[in-house]
């Protein structure tokens, strides 16, 4: 089947980015864990953004930086002035563990992390949001503008849990590869986005040429009828450090099978918190 999507249309085999950097070496969303994934090898990387109040794109997880600066906050409110001096912890709660990554970072602009990526890695720019906001449509002109500015449409695409700034995305520039993210919180069967999304509507909206699945939403058909709508598909989170946002842990025999069945039926990539192991998978099938 083939998708709509030139940038995985490329591909005859899953392609492997790590979550968020390679979180088990290095702090989420850092310089440091995207060099390292260049390193590694990796095909690419995730990574979430959220919009300053003076226009910045920075690359950071929570709303709050309070869990990995120590220093409570809204980062949508704060200024990039304010960001830039605060330091990663070197400690990090990761959800199921404490990880001492033996030195702190700082917070990067997203501008600077592509910049360093290019022509090196295949970056998934997530725009971060914990329900649909109108008000982050604004996220979608801005990082349009930066993509079209840097000339980067082969080397990235955007994903969101939040379908307004994916259409103001579209609206902004419409050559930038984006799809919808799917998460179990969000998709109980017979609601309202479990509905939306058998029907593709959201696809059509926000002109998706791909999208991002938990693993946990992934069946037996379900990679051949996303490719029947000629999306590319993906899975998060493999040999997940924080199993709770997409519904719970699977053992590590089930993962391993999920692998084995998923690669086998054409999915077009995974994202992982421990690419290293993810790799020395994919190597033997």
Request: glycine share 8%; with cysteine; hydrophobic share 40%.
């Amino acid at each position: 089947m083939k998708i709509n999507s030139p940038i995985f249309d490329q591909f005859k085999r899953p392609l492997s980015f790590g979550h968020r950097g390679v979180p088990i070496e290095h702090q989420e969303n850092t310089m440091s864990g995207f060099k390292r994934a260049v390193e590694l090898g990796l095909d690419g990387v995730e990574l979430d953004i959220i919009l300053t109040r003076d226009k910045k794109l920075v690359v950071f997880h929570d709303m709050d930086p309070e869990r990995l600066t120590g220093v409570k906050g809204n980062v949508p409110e704060m200024t990039w002035d304010e960001l830039k001096d605060l330091e990663i912890k070197q400690s990090i709660d990761v959800g199921t563990e404490v990880i001492d990554y033996g030195k702190t970072e700082k917070i990067a602009l997203l501008e600077d992390v592509l910049e360093e990526m290019r022509g090196k890695l295949i970056v998934d720019i997530e725009i971060k949001a914990y329900r649909l906001d109108f008000k982050q449509r604004h996220t979608g002109t801005e990082l349009a503008k930066l993509i079209r500015r840097m000339d980067l449409f082969r080397d990235v695409f955007v994903t969101s849990f939040n379908f307004f700034p994916l259409r103001w995305l579209e609206w902004e520039c419409s050559n930038i590869e984006s799809g919808f993210t799917y998460t179990p919180k969000f998709m109980t069967p017979g609601g309202l986005l479990h509905n939306i999304m058998e029907s593709s509507v959201v696809g059509k909206w926000v002109g998706s040429t791909l999208t991002n699945m938990s693993i946990n939403m992934i069946d037996d058909n379900t990679i051949e009828k996303v490719h029947a709508r000629g999306l590319a598909v993906g899975a998060w989170t493999l040999f997940s450090q924080d199993p709770s946002w997409f519904g719970g842990a699977l053992t590590e025999e089930q993962e391993l099978e999920f692998i084995r069945n998923s690669s086998a039926r054409g999915i077009d990539y995974y994202i992982t918190d421990d690419p290293v192991k993810l790799q020395s998978i994919l190597e033997t099938l």
